[in-house]
């Protein structure tokens, strides 16, 4: 069922009509952008590592870049820095792309592993940048992880989501797909579509599909909010603190610059995201769904009506289907 399995035999019907699925890998396909010493990538595995002294020949340069930034800013690269990450080295206008990971075992608390697509982040005073998240908020021994997902567009995003693991994420790999096109991003674990956000631009609602993405991954410390609020801190007699990925895997349109957001978005063989069976989720997909949503999700933010004083962002009136 699900996201990943529908789009693969899909996928494999319409090899006859010259589609076919872009297996990257993580040695041919990835760089490492920061924390040189803690990223280790062999073949299609890779390793990021998180311990107190990652990333420290590169904190002066990244520093620099955001003294002008709020103090949040310089926290979250402070924490940001004290890791390691990774880029694509393929620029994108919709698709697919696809990781398993196995995350930090034992006691992981305020280590956060990422998995996201986005695109450049040109300035943080006038950020318009899109973005569609991933992100694994460790815990203490004994406790689930918790699972964070966000989309960004025009630099807002203010659209969380979060859920409580209902597997074991750090005993075997799990599979973690993105699957956006001009319609519809999907966001799943293991062929079970967790969130969907509509394009409802018709609507008034911003929906990223102009601005070219690409994938990273990332290991860092955020003492301050990742563990039950922050009362719960790293408890550094654990380190190294170390993710694993497997299996990069990606079927998208790559960006050959502004013609790339008429030429993704045509419907064509080539452009197989466009397909009118990947407009919407079957029922089973939907009902998968739901299960997930009513016995593991934590935090939405259409319920959080204090937060946006009553007044709900526009989409959480709408059908997420």
């Known amino acids: 069922m699900a996201t990943a399995k529908v789009l693969f035999s899909i996928l494999a019907s319409l090899l006859v009509l010259e589609q076919a699925l872009a297996l990257a890998t993580f040695d041919t396909d990835t760089v490492c952008i920061w924390g040189e010493d803690n990223c280790q990538i062999h073949g299609d595995n890779l390793t990021l590592i998180l311990n107190q002294w990652s990333g420290i020949t590169k904190w002066h ?32 206008l919709f698709g697919y792309v696809s990781k398993r990971i196995k995350l930090v075992p034992d006691n992981s608390a305020a280590v956060v592993t990422t998995y996201y697509a986005s695109s450049p982040w040109v300035s943080t005073e006038n950020d318009t940048h899109d973005e569609i998240d991933f992100e694994f908020l460790g815990n203490v021994t004994g406790e689930p992880y918790t699972i964070h997902t966000n989309i960004f567009v025009n630099g807002i995003g203010n659209k969380e ?32 579509v967790l969130r969907v956000f509509k394009n409802n631009k018709d609507k008034g ?6 601005r070219p993405m690409t994938v990273y991954s990332s290991i860092w410390n955020a003492d301050d909010w990742a563990c039950q609020g922050g009362q719960v801190k790293t408890n550094w007699t654990h380190q190294p603190f170390i993710a694993r990925y497997l299996n990069y895997e990606d079927s998208v349109c ?68």
């Open 205 to 210: 609602i911003p929906f990223p599909k102009t």
């Open 161 to 192: 989501e979060q859920f409580k693991s209902w597997f074991d994420p750090t005993s075997d790999y799990h599979n973690y797909t993105i699957f956006w096109s001009p319609y519809v991003v999907v966001w799943s674990i293991d062929d079970i």
């Open 254 to 321: 790559l960006w050959t610059g502004t013609n790339s957001i008429q030429d993704c978005s045509a419907v064509t063989p080539e452009n197989w995201y466009m397909a009118p069976q990947f407009r919407q989720l079957a029922p089973s997909q939907i009902d998968n769904m739901n299960d997930v949503r009513s016995y593991y999700m934590i935090y939405d933010y259409c319920s959080d009506t204090k937060r946006f004083n009553g007044a709900m962002p526009q989409e959480c009136y709408l059908s997420p289907y």
């Open 61 to 92: 340069f990244h520093m620099h870049i955001f003294l002008s930034s709020l103090c949040t800013v310089i926290f979250l690269a402070m924490h940001f820095f004290s890791g390691a990450a990774v880029k694509g080295t393929k620029e994108f």
